[in-house]
């Protein structure tokens, strides 16, 4: 139970401002000590959730003809729980980001468990153009060009979220019920800026590992590649080492005489030819990935990983490298990444996840979503590199035609001084980051005022919170949800509160 300063401060601050609220009459109750708040019935003829479509509208912001075209638009309902319209029962809204949102329920399923302590309705909407919310008729016309690919925005897709739910709503005869909107990673940026920019749809949003400050400058472009560099750092020392030293071993291996099909050889690789630098892109990955999922219990989110999984790839490394190999020891990490399951027979260098929508999201890391993560100092993990945004504008060139549009989410959303500006106008957000996560430098970490609250959990990496919990979760990460709970439970009965006063 090893709590940094700054969480302990937060925890306790939450705390003791919720006890201050306890005397509020209200049928949630005012403590929290267990899981007493999970689910024991989620299931829908055994499933998890009803999928239901909504025709929504193409363009939100303009009046012309081609606006008007609608798409089918996917969502995900489970009402298992729900109190209902009469006793304005809560709706638990899961914003959708860029993936199948089927995909998206599998690794965020607290909201559901949280439902029935909560009497609450659950909702997963998908994000516009990923899995099956795909505009104009499918992915082979959306995807084709900017033309297309052009509705695909954060405020489009906030826009989507607000028009079904006052649909929803006012289909259910359900208007009184409060509305929660809750989201990971982008889906977290989403659920954050959704409070902002909707305030009269949702009372509140619990952003998990939203790295809203990744953008402009606000946060340095070495902060992503530093916190990978210190997760393995803090593992072992030897495993840093050894993997920092892995790249120019890499390219002088592979200027030898035959050097690259020992390459081949050492990593099972599939393709009969391969280079460096494809070589290294997978190991790259592998050490992103693992470090974002580096979670304590077993996780499938982009391939299937054990708990803990830096530690067991630090393990592969210096086991290896003790005995003298260390491309056994390298392999061996990239092992636990791609073939945790043991069915891989060889590697395919050119691997991408299915689920992971990657058109979608080169679009939009193309035009709006200029997250800077690229630069590497000279203590980084990977080579030393300085971010150069020309670079990445001349690859969207070439890709799409179009230039990024780097100050346009601060301009739209604002970033800049977000204690100052949060201070004097937001309310109800949770800002969940693990510090473990190579996003977490983006986040929010530190409160900005008594509803705009800063969550921060050494341990944890990519929203962790918002993953199923399990019989194994660490005593830390039981807490970070009892107080997410409590401060949720706080916003309902304001809200109520207020209801009943009006
Ligand atoms: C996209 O493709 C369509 C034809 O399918 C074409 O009419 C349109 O001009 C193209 N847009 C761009 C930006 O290339
Ligand atoms: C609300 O009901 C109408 C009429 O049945 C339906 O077309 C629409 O899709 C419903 N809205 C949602 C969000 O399901
Ligand atoms: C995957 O793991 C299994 C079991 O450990 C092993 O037999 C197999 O060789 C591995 N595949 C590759 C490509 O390394
Ligand atoms: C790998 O093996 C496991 C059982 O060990 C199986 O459930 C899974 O479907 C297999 N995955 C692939 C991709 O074949
Ligand atoms: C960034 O990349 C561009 C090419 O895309 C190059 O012309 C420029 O010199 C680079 N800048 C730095 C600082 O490396
Ligand atoms: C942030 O605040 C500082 C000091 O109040 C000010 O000088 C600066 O211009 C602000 N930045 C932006 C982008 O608003």
């Not at 080492?241 to 390219?251: A, E, T």
């Not at 504008?393 to 604002?414: L, N, Q």
């Not at 937001?426 to 800063?454: E, M, T």
């Not at 979760?473 to 207020?498: G, S």
Request: with cysteine.
């Amino acid at each position: 139970m090893a709590f940094t300063a700054i969480f302990s401060t937060v925890f306790l601050f939450v705390f003791s401002f919720a006890n201050s609220i306890s005397t509020v009459n209200t049928r949630f109750p005012a403590s929290i000590y267990s899981n007493e708040w999970k689910s024991q019935s989620l299931s829908i003829a055994n499933k998890l959730y009803q999928t239901k479509y909504f025709t929504q509208t193409l363009d939100h912001f303009n009046y012309n003809p081609q606006s008007y075209q609608t798409f089918q638009q996917r969502y995900l309902i489970n009402d298992v729980n729900w109190r209902g319209p009469a006793e304005n029962s809560p709706i638990f809204i899961y914003a959708g980001s860029e993936g199948d949102i089927e995909w998206i329920t599998q690794n965020n399923g607290f909201i559901f468990e949280t439902a029935s302590y909560f009497g609450a309705l659950v909702v997963f909407i998908e994000h516009r153009f990923y899995g099956k919310s795909i505009p104009f008729g499918g992915k082979e016309e959306a995807n084709k060009n900017a033309s297309t690919f052009g509705y695909l925005s954060s405020t489009q897709a906030l826009a989507d979220y607000a028009t079904l739910i006052i649909d929803l709503k006012k289909n259910l005869s359900a208007q009184g019920s409060p509305v929660v909107v809750f989201g990971g990673s982008y889906g977290g940026m989403l659920a954050a800026w959704f409070r902002l920019k909707y305030p009269h749809v949702a009372i509140g949003a619990l952003a998990s590992s939203a790295p809203i400050l990744n953008f402009e400058g606000i946060t340095s472009p070495y902060s992503f590649n530093d916190i990978i560099t210190r997760d393995f750092k803090s593992e072992s020392e030897s495993c840093y080492r050894v993997i920092k030293g892995s790249w120019k071993l890499i390219d002088d291996s592979a200027k030898q005489p035959g050097g690259l099909e020992e390459l081949r050889k050492s990593f099972k690789i599939c393709e009969n030819y391969i280079s460096a630098n494809y070589l290294e892109r997978w190991l790259r990955t592998a050490y992103v990935n693992t470090a974002m999922m580096d979670y304590p219990t077993p996780s499938n989110v982009l391939n299937p990983l054990p708990a803990y999984p830096v530690k067991q790839m630090c393990r592969a490394i210096d086991e290896a490298t003790a005995a003298g190999d260390t491309f056994k020891g390298l392999y061996g990490a990239a092992n636990i990444y791609y073939n945790y399951t043991g069915n891989a027979t060889c590697f395919d260098l050119k691997h991408e996840s299915v689920q992971f929508g990657i058109d979608g999201w080169r679009w939009q890391a193309c035009t709006e979503m200029i997250l800077l993560t690229n630069g590497n100092t000279d203590e980084s993990i990977f080579p030393p590199s300085m971010y150069n945004y020309s670079n990445q504008a001349k690859y969207c060139e070439d890709m799409f035609g179009i230039k990024p549009r780097p100050i346009w989410i601060t301009t739209e959303f604002g970033g800049h001084n977000i204690s100052s500006v949060l201070k004097r106008f937001g309310s109800n957000i949770i800002f969940f980051n693990g510090l473990r996560d190579p996003w977490s430098g983006g986040g929010v970490l530190k409160s900005i005022s008594k509803s705009v609250v800063a969550i921060v959990a050494r341990e944890g990496a990519h929203h962790v919170d918002l993953r199923f919990s399990s019989e194994e979760d660490p005593e830390w990460l039981q807490r970070v949800r009892r107080k997410e709970i409590k401060i949720i439970t706080r916003w309902l009965k304001q809200y109520y509160n207020d209801m009943a006063n009006l």
